[in-house]
């Protein structure tokens, strides 16, 4: 199993590839399907939103058995996202957990707009102190927000307690955020030690 630091590489490699059109699309064949079939070592986490045009087996170039890979409006945090994040953490292995927004998420675009009905307000609800600290910010409101929202949720998960936070601090796991851009297919992972946006 890779460290956090190694994962990280892979994921940025990968993601070089994607955006500059040379994905090589591996552990995609019948071969690597049938050998996971009775275990799978995921080097990363990916806590993504539910976007359609999100992948992140493909904005990573990864393949079958490489991601664990969890996906939620908004790419927001609750007891089953944690708990999924635990698994992956204490049973598969896995060093790096990665949270993804990405640019123009609809998700937070409704919780900037105070948009409400349904479900709907649970969701805008976890989103809503990314979106008042963005609102201190220069710049675009909702590109703030969905940057602070990756910060915050990291944040969430670094003190999640009794199984992450112990990971993270004993157990050489890394949470780190990271935005999309849709426009150009880059993924930036932010240096929560020097982004002005941390919570």
Request: hydrophobic content about 40%.
């Amino acid at each position: 199993m890779v460290n956090s630091s190694e994962a990280l590489k892979l994921l940025k490699e990968g993601n070089k590839s994607y955006r500059e059109g040379k994905s090589a699309f591996p552990n995609t064949d019948v071969a690597r399907r049938d050998s996971v079939v009775g275990s799978q070592e995921p080097f990363a986490v990916i806590i993504g939103c539910a976007d359609s045009r999100v992948v992140p087996e493909l904005v990573f170039d990864t393949g079958i058995g490489d991601l664990f890979v969890i996906r939620v409006a908004g790419n927001i945090i609750d007891d089953a996202v944690t708990a999924s994040i635990e698994y992956a953490v204490s049973n598969l292995g896995t060093k790096l957990v990665v949270v993804l927004g990405h640019e123009s998420c609809g998700a937070v675009t409704a919780a900037v707009n105070e948009v409400k009905g349904g479900h709907l307000d649970a969701l805008t609800k976890a989103i809503r102190p990314a979106v008042e600290t963005a609102s201190k910010q220069d710049g675009d409101k909702v590109d703030n927000a969905i940057r602070q929202n990756a910060v915050n949720m990291t944040n969430l998960l670094r003190n999640s307690e009794p199984v992450i936070k112990d990971m993270v601090e004993n157990k050489g796991v890394e949470v780190v955020p990271a935005y999309y851009s849709l426009s150009t297919g880059e993924v930036e992972f932010i240096n929560v030690d020097q982004n002005h946006v941390v919570a």
